[in-house]
């Protein structure tokens, strides 16, 4: 299997490795509408590659906090990574 990571973008933003098209996220799958190739999803950190929880509330919606690291991160700090299956 391989790892498609990008970075410093919004998660509706990432583009197939294949067509390099935008795609649709459901759960912990992101699906390419015009290749139809399917990708395991996960978000980990920049820092220690751990995964990192999604923030939620009011002005939170794009924000995520590293346990490992103890640390808040942006959108744009955390790896997006894609896994073929």
């Known amino acids: 299997m391989t790892d498609h990571v990008q970075k410093g973008m919004l998660p509706s933003e990432l583009l197939c490795p294949n067509c390099q098209q935008k795609g649709v996220i459901s759960g912990n799958s992101w699906h390419c509408k015009r290749c139809d190739q399917q990708y395991g999803f996960a978000i980990y950190c920049d820092t220690c590659n751990e995964p990192v929880q999604r923030l939620t509330g009011c002005g939170s919606s794009e924000h995520f906090y590293c346990r490992s ?3 808040p991160k942006s959108r ?9 299956t």
């Open 69 to 71: 690291c103890k640390t």
């Open 76 to 84: 744009k700090a955390v790896l997006y990574t894609m896994t073929e």
